[in-house]
């Protein structure tokens, strides 16, 4: 396809200062010296102008490549939507690979695994991160038929994996992402549980117990239940599970891992079931997928959705505005399928099948700021549960636009969709949550559906880059009750929040609540407010103070199943020496 001619009447995109190391050290081109050579301006121009020469294609298009160029243009520097950092990283530079997520397949042959450590660093080079299912693995001292040997587990073949992608940066950015799921009923289970019990092991690789119903029923009941072996489909021993459950707390609780994933929840959502279960997410938790599928996902900065009542009070989300960024998020991100181009023939196919999609949101916590709602509070959980069902409900209207002009997601007639007539879709899925961890900075936002991790704060960003933040929203409400002075600002920077800070009004220590500030379970309502109207998952964390009990986290596991959560992960302040990426630092 030719390049579209930049227009001269582009405006340049006002870029923070957060946001402009990090595009020039990730996303803008460089020559063979690292000198960057790209501006900002022709980062996103590049990217926006790539996306929306794919609508050339169709015929029964709606709107003009140069049009829409302008709108994508718009869309990012107005930061009310950013495509995932593939996305922005690579469109238009020939190298194409432009999704944040895969899984993998690991079938239970050397020829099979080593397929799949070569598959997952050709992923990683082109800057996508992996998930892995390691349940079909044989157990750990089982025979091996060809040569008479013993197995030697999952777990050492983790390992390799790990290995292999401590020596693979992403496109010389970030070093790979992988997941790791174990089924609960695998009979090396207990091993798994425990694998990253020292710091810095598996360093590569975020772990998740793949828990079932029938797993869940027998913690319920305190019974045992039963461990499979996947080579041969019988029963080879069983355990009690309300102790699996027990050392799976208390190694959450010392380290944050292992997370967990609900399987049969997950395949319930599945809405292509006839293509297989549904194994494994991608490295953060948001997006589950059937083996060799990808995902692109794009987060909407609802922090720009706000809208200032008539009154200069009324505060009220801007819904007409949300509903435009979601169509026209929602034509870029199928746009990113079409341009992408994978590494490998079969994921190819899969994505070409099923065409998911995932758009979330970013900025949640500074649209609660704006409307002055207390994240921890059950009038923001409502809240939560309002916008996500109109971001669902008008990405599959623009999904269903999408089918009518391009047609309908080729596996549509075999899915759940087709099978109840409901659709058609250009997208098997279209919303997923992500971290946004990097997003988040280039957008100037709080980041997914997090709440503040500190209202002001020094954030140390890939070697020596120093960055100091405050949150703008914060900062303009202390100065509307006057209460702002720098002297106040490096207070608050030394402890990040203003909990505790008794001359300060008291609606703002409402209202400006941070992570350390909420108790757990407001996190996981948030979670499973958000979840609700998700059709793939949530990338969230609970965070814990230090002083957190395991009774705390068994309690927030639990409460986690019963809430409809599709799986959770934990930390507990201060439990973990180095955290597990996503968090925007380097490597
Ligand atoms: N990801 C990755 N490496 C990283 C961070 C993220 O491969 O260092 C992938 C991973 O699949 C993750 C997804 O990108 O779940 C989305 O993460 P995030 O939203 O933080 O990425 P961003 O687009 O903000 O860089």
Same mark, same amino acid.
């Given at each position: 396809?030719?390049?579209?001619?930049?227009?001269?009447n582009l405006p340049d995109p006002i870029i923070? +200062?957060?946001?402009?190391?990090?595009?020039?050290?990730?996303?803008?081109?460089?020559?063979?010296?690292?000198?960057?050579?790209?501006t900002a301006k022709e980062?996103f121009w590049?990217?926006?102008?790539?996306?929306?020469?794919?609508?050339?294609?169709?015929?029964?298009?709606?709107?003009?490549?140069?049009?829409?160029?302008?709108?994508?243009y718009?869309?990012?520097t !107005?930061?009310?939507?950013?495509?995932?950092?593939?996305?922005?990283?690579?469109?238009?530079?020939?190298?194409?690979?432009?999704?944040?997520?895969?899984?993998?397949?690991?079938?239970?042959?050397?020829?099979?695994?080593?397929?799949?450590?070569?598959?997952?660093?050709?992923?990683?080079?082109?800057?996508?991160?992996?998930?892995?299912?390691?349940?079909?693995?044989?157990?750990?001292?089982?025979?091996?038929?060809?040569?008479?040997?013993?197995?030697? $587990?999952? &777990?050492? @073949?983790?390992?390799? @994996?790990?290995?292999?992608?401590?020596?693979?940066?992403?496109? $010389?950015?970030?070093?790979?992402?992988?997941?790791?799921?174990?089924?609960?009923?695998? #009979?090396?289970?207990?091993?798994?549980?425990?694998?990253?019990?020292?710091?810095?092991? &598996?360093?590569?690789?975020?772990?998740?117990?793949?828990?079932?119903?029938?797993?869940?029923?027998?913690?319920?009941?305190?019974?045992?239940?039963?461990?499979?072996?996947?080579?041969?489909?019988?029963?080879? =021993?069983?355990?009690?599970?309300?102790?699996?459950?027990?050392?799976?707390?208390?190694?959450? /609780?010392? !380290? $944050?891992?292992?997370?967990?994933?609900?399987?049969?929840?997950?395949?319930?959502?599945?809405?292509?079931?006839?293509?297989?279960?549904?194994?494994?997410?991608? #490295?953060?938790?948001?997006?589950?997928?059937?083996?060799?599928?990808?995902?692109?996902?794009?987060?909407?900065?609802?922090?720009?959705?706000?809208?200032?009542?008539?009154?200069?009070?009324?505060?009220?989300?801007?819904?007409?505005?949300?509903?435009?960024?979601?169509?026209?998020?929602?034509? @870029? &991100?199928?746009?990113?399928?079409?341009?992408?181009?994978?590494?490998? #023939?079969?994921?190819?196919?899969?994505?070409?099948?099923?065409?998911?999609?995932?758009?979330?949101?970013?900025? /949640?916590?500074?649209?609660?700021?704006?409307?002055?709602?207390?994240?921890?509070?059950?009038?923001?959980?409502?809240?939560?549960?309002?916008?996500?069902?109109?971001?669902?409900?008008?990405?599959?209207?623009?999904?269903?636009?999408?089918?009518?002009?391009?047609?309908?997601?080729?596996?549509?007639? +075999?899915?759940?969709?087709?099978?109840?007539?409901?659709?058609?879709?250009?997208?098997?899925?279209?919303?997923?949550?992500?971290?946004?961890?990097?997003?988040?900075?280039? =957008?100037?936002?709080?980041?997914?559906?997090?709440?503040?991790?500190?209202? !002001?704060?020094?954030?140390?960003?890939?070697?020596?880059?120093?960055?100091?933040? !405050?949150?703008?929203?914060?900062?303009?409400?202390?100065?509307?009750?006057?209460?702002?002075?720098?002297?106040?600002?490096?207070?608050?920077?030394?402890?990040?929040?203003?909990?505790?800070?008794?001359?300060?009004?008291?609606?703002?220590?409402?209202?400006?609540?941070?992570?350390?500030?909420?108790?757990?379970? /407001?996190?996981?309502?948030?979670?499973?407010?958000?979840?609700?109207?998700?059709?793939?998952?949530?990338?969230?964390?609970?965070?814990?103070?230090?002083?957190?009990?395991?009774?705390?986290? /068994?309690?927030?596991?639990?409460?986690?199943?019963?809430?409809?959560?599709?799986?959770?992960?934990?930390?507990?302040? $201060?439990?973990?020496?180095?955290?597990?990426?996503?968090?925007?630092?380097?490597?």
């Amino acid at each position: 396809m030719s390049k579209m001619k930049m227009p001269t009447n582009l405006p340049d995109p006002i870029i923070n +200062e957060n946001a402009k190391i990090v595009l020039a050290r990730r996303y803008q081109k460089k020559d063979t010296e690292g000198t960057v050579y790209e501006t900002a301006k022709e980062l996103f121009w590049r990217v926006a102008s790539s996306i929306a020469a794919e609508e050339a294609k169709y015929d029964r298009s709606t709107v003009k490549p140069a049009a829409l160029a302008r709108d994508f243009y718009d869309l990012m520097t !107005s930061y009310s939507f950013l495509p995932n950092s593939p996305t922005l990283m690579n469109a238009g530079t020939g190298l194409g690979q432009l999704a944040a997520c895969f899984v993998l397949p690991v079938g239970d042959s050397i020829e099979d695994i080593f397929d799949a450590v070569k598959h997952a660093a050709m992923i990683h080079k082109s800057g996508g991160g992996t998930g892995f299912s390691f349940s079909r693995l044989r157990a750990k001292d089982s025979v091996v038929g060809s040569t008479g040997g013993v197995a030697s $587990g999952p &777990l050492s @073949f983790l390992r390799i @994996f790990n290995c292999a992608t401590e020596q693979i940066k992403q496109g $010389g950015t970030r070093r790979g992402a992988n997941m790791g799921i174990l089924r609960v009923d695998h #009979p090396d289970i207990l091993e798994f549980i425990k694998a990253k019990e020292r710091d810095g092991e &598996l360093n590569n690789f975020n772990l998740s117990i793949g828990l079932t119903e029938a797993f869940m029923r027998a913690v319920e009941k305190n019974e045992d239940y039963d461990l499979v072996a996947p080579n041969s489909a019988t029963v080879i =021993g069983s355990l009690n599970a309300r102790e699996v459950f027990n050392i799976l707390v208390q190694k959450a /609780w010392e !380290s $944050g891992d292992p997370g967990i994933v609900f399987l049969d929840r997950i395949n319930r959502d599945n809405p292509t079931p006839t293509q297989g279960d549904i194994e494994s997410t991608n #490295p953060c938790g948001e997006q589950p997928l059937l083996p060799y599928e990808a995902c692109n996902l794009g987060s909407i900065n609802l922090g720009n959705c706000y809208a200032r009542g008539h009154n200069g009070k009324d505060s009220e989300i801007d819904w007409d505005e949300l509903r435009r960024i979601v169509h026209l998020s929602v034509r @870029f &991100l199928d746009n990113v399928i079409d341009a992408s181009v994978y590494p490998l #023939p079969q994921i190819t196919e899969m994505v070409g099948k099923n065409r998911k999609i995932g758009l979330g949101v970013m900025g /949640w916590a500074d649209l609660l700021y704006q409307l002055r709602v207390p994240y921890n509070s059950q009038t923001a959980v409502d809240l939560a549960e309002r916008v996500m069902k109109f971001v669902r409900d008008e990405a599959r209207s623009a999904s269903k636009q999408l089918a009518a002009e391009r047609g309908p997601f080729p596996a549509y007639a +075999e899915s759940v969709f087709g099978e109840a007539n409901l659709g058609p879709y250009r997208n098997a899925t279209t919303t997923t949550i992500a971290p946004t961890g990097t997003l988040s900075i280039i =957008g100037g936002c709080s980041s997914g559906v997090e709440p503040l991790f500190a209202l !002001s704060f020094v954030r140390n960003v890939m070697d020596n880059d120093k960055l100091v933040e !405050s949150n703008p929203f914060f900062e303009a409400a202390l100065k509307e009750a006057d209460a702002h002075s720098p002297k106040l600002m490096e207070e608050i920077a030394k402890v990040g929040t203003i909990r505790k800070m008794d001359h300060l009004p008291e609606e703002l220590r409402r209202v400006f609540v941070t992570a350390m500030d909420i108790e757990p379970i /407001w996190h996981l309502k948030m979670q499973a407010s958000f979840q609700k109207y998700t059709d793939n998952a949530v990338s969230k964390t609970v965070n814990l103070p230090n002083s957190a009990t395991k009774e705390e986290i /068994w309690d927030i596991y639990w409460k986690a199943y019963e809430y409809g959560c599709k799986g959770v992960t934990v930390y507990r302040d $201060g439990s973990k020496t180095s955290q597990v990426l996503c968090t925007g630092d380097g490597d």
